[in-house]
């Protein structure tokens, strides 16, 4: 069992960066597959960034690849997303996820099935 609590989320300016991270209690955090996803109002969830146990390999959805990165430190149970130059479609709650393994093939990793711990959110708005 893995429990996951985000934080970092806040209010930011258009071209700002915020920094999310998830802190995870329970056994064996090094071993999992990290996430993240987000909810806009009205629309589903959608995968934003994964990382392996290792940290050595990532994953990132298009709208964000070049302005987001997702890193880990195993020693602290963390997981960590520096977000850069945001925009208004960026504003969301954002979800840490956990996964016993490393989803494959690829269509797997930005599945929200795919991710068997969920934390509770944290919400991240971006003005214009």
């Known amino acids: 069992q893995v429990q996951l609590v985000e934080s970092g989320g806040g209010l930011v300016q258009a071209g700002g960066s915020l920094r999310l991270s998830c802190a995870a209690s329970g056994r064996a955090f090094s071993s999992y597959t990290m996430g993240w996803f987000r909810q806009a109002p009205g629309k589903e969830r959608e995968f934003v960034a994964v990382i392996n146990w290792s940290g050595g390999r990532t994953h990132y959805a298009d709208s964000v690849l070049g302005r987001f990165t997702i890193s880990r430190d195993n020693a602290k149970n963390t997981v960590y997303l520096e977000m850069n130059s945001l925009k208004p479609e960026d504003t969301a709650v954002y979800y840490c996820?956990?996964?016993?393994?490393?989803?494959?093939?690829?269509?797997?990793?930005?599945?929200?099935?795919?991710?068997?711990?969920w934390g509770q959110g944290t919400q991240v708005t971006v003005s214009s």
């Open positions: 996820a956990a996964a016993r393994t490393w989803p494959a093939p690829a269509a797997q990793r930005v599945a929200v099935r795919s991710y068997d711990y």
